[in-house]
């Protein structure tokens, strides 16, 4: 997920307080501001401009992978850079292409990539180049240590209990076992897609029952179509939380929470509980609209919590949401609640301006 795919866990509370108590300390007796601890560069938004449903690996070899939908939906893209805001400016290589007939041909959608086992992989939605719509989870494997190098393997279509509309998959572990999360329409639930997850055999194959955690109920999970997706887990304060994105792609886009102790299993739906409200929304204030399909990351000293996402920063739209192609990288600082519960605060304002 941030650090690597086993889920991040925050160091304790009391040790954050004493920390921060002793580096006030450390300022206030520091002889020069030159001894003084440097601060963090604040966090560049727009980050990448014109990619969507963003996905930062942070790596064990110190750099932070990036990769996004590109607004031609028709290949993978990656950049890597030791700093977050570095990524604005990275260079950006294609590491694969979608195929120019049949399968992974079309819509290619959302990658993630990840480290597992020693190999790097890519999740991905893509569909048929003669059938446009039907679209699927895909996965490609690298065993190069560099991702950049080395030969992109496709490993075919994840199968999931049906062959219906199905995409955004990303994997995580937790207490030593891997999951897959995704988003699929159900046969005969009147919805487009519903949340769901897995136990993973391998990184390109589910295992065991697959349950249902969400479906789309709420007014503001049905806005233009009935849609839950994008789901991203963070485990921190006993708890998993896993957010996701709901309605259509326009302003009205935003973000739900579900909620699990991390002693439970997992695996019934029962243990999870669901937000009756949105908590990442669009804001005038700030001139965001339609913020949601995120991931999350840490910054650079390993222990701030930070909320990637993608977002536009107008809210009327002529045509199809998905043929307009600014959909924004955001990054921003995630808070805690008092009571161990994310605060996604409200997507901020723009701190570049666009060059005209």
Same mark, same amino acid.
């Given at each position: 997920?941030?650090?690597?795919?086993?889920?991040?866990?925050?160091?304790?509370?009391?040790?954050?307080?004493?920390?921060?108590?002793?580096?006030?300390?450390?300022?206030?007796? =520091?002889?020069?501001? =030159?001894?003084?601890?440097?601060? =963090?560069?604040?966090?560049?938004?727009?980050?990448?401009?014109?990619?969507?449903?963003?996905?930062?690996?942070?790596?064990?070899?110190?750099?932070?992978?990036?990769?996004?939908?590109?607004?031609?939906?028709?290949? +993978?893209?990656?950049?890597?850079?030791?700093?977050?805001?570095?990524?604005?400016?990275?260079?950006?290589?294609?590491?694969?292409?979608?195929?120019?007939?049949?399968?992974?041909?079309?819509? +290619?959608?959302?990658?993630?990539?990840?480290?597992?086992? &020693?190999?790097?992989?890519?999740? @991905?939605?893509?569909?048929?180049?003669?059938?446009?719509?039907? +679209?699927?989870?895909?996965?490609?494997?690298?065993?190069?240590?560099?991702? @950049?190098? &080395?030969?992109?393997?496709?490993?075919?279509?994840?199968?999931?209990?049906?062959?219906?509309?199905?995409?955004?998959?990303?994997? @995580?572990?937790?207490?030593?076992?891997?999951?897959?999360?995704?988003?699929?329409?159900?046969?005969?639930?009147?919805?487009?897609?519903?949340?769901?997850?897995?136990?993973?055999?391998?990184?390109?194959?589910?295992?065991?029952?697959?349950?249902?955690?969400?479906?789309?109920?709420?007014?503001?999970?049905?806005? &233009?179509?009935?849609?839950?997706?994008?789901?991203?887990?963070?485990?921190?304060?006993?708890?998993?939380?896993?957010?996701?994105?709901?309605?259509?792609?326009?302003?009205?886009?935003?973000?739900?929470?579900?909620?699990?102790? =991390?002693?439970?299993?997992?695996?019934?739906?029962?243990?999870?509980?669901?937000?009756?409200?949105?908590? @990442?929304?669009?804001?005038?204030?700030?001139?965001?609209?339609?913020? &949601?399909?995120?991931?999350?990351?840490?910054?650079?000293?390993?222990?701030?919590?930070?909320?990637?996402?993608?977002?536009?920063?107008?809210?009327? +739209?002529?045509?199809?949401?998905?043929?307009?192609?600014?959909?924004?990288?955001?990054?921003?600082?995630?808070?805690?609640?008092?009571?161990?519960?994310?605060?996604?605060?409200?997507?901020?304002?723009?701190?570049?301006?666009?060059?005209?």
């Amino acid at each position: 997920m941030s650090r690597n795919d086993e889920l991040p866990h925050a160091p304790s509370r009391r040790l954050m307080l004493k920390g921060a108590a002793l580096a006030a300390g450390a300022l206030a007796i =520091a002889p020069t501001p =030159a001894t003084a601890s440097p601060k =963090a560069a604040p966090f560049v938004n727009p980050l990448v401009r014109r990619r969507a449903d963003p996905y930062i690996h942070r790596h064990t070899d110190g750099h932070y992978y990036f990769t996004a939908t590109v607004p031609e939906y028709d290949r +993978i893209v990656l950049r890597r850079s030791r700093t977050l805001n570095g990524l604005a400016a990275a260079a950006e290589s294609v590491i694969w292409t979608k195929h120019a007939t049949g399968v992974m041909g079309a819509h +290619i959608w959302a990658p993630e990539i990840h480290r597992i086992g &020693g190999k790097w992989y890519a999740y @991905f939605a893509s569909a048929p180049a003669e059938s446009i719509w039907d +679209i699927r989870i895909w996965v490609l494997e690298n065993a190069n240590p560099d991702p @950049f190098h &080395g030969t992109w393997e496709e490993k075919g279509q994840l199968r999931t209990a049906w062959e219906t509309f199905s995409l955004d998959a990303t994997t @995580f572990t937790h207490r030593g076992t891997r999951y897959l999360a995704w988003a699929q329409h159900e046969p005969g639930m009147d919805n487009n897609t519903a949340l769901w997850l897995s136990r993973m055999a391998n990184p390109w194959t589910l295992t065991g029952p697959q349950i249902r955690l969400s479906t789309p109920e709420y007014d503001w999970e049905t806005v &233009g179509y009935k849609v839950n997706e994008g789901p991203a887990v963070i485990a921190r304060n006993g708890r998993l939380f896993l957010s996701y994105s709901a309605s259509a792609t326009d302003w009205h886009y935003c973000m739900g929470l579900l909620t699990v102790d =991390a002693n439970a299993d997992l695996m019934d739906p029962a243990n999870w509980s669901k937000s009756p409200t949105p908590v @990442f929304t669009s804001n005038d204030t700030t001139g965001q609209y339609g913020p &949601g399909h995120n991931c999350f990351t840490v910054a650079e000293d390993g222990r701030r919590d930070v909320l990637v996402y993608h977002a536009r920063q107008y809210k009327e +739209i002529t045509g199809d949401p998905l043929d307009d192609p600014n959909r924004h990288t955001r990054i921003q600082p995630l808070g805690w609640h008092p009571d161990g519960t994310p605060d996604f605060g409200v997507p901020v304002a723009d701190t570049v301006k666009e060059s005209v």
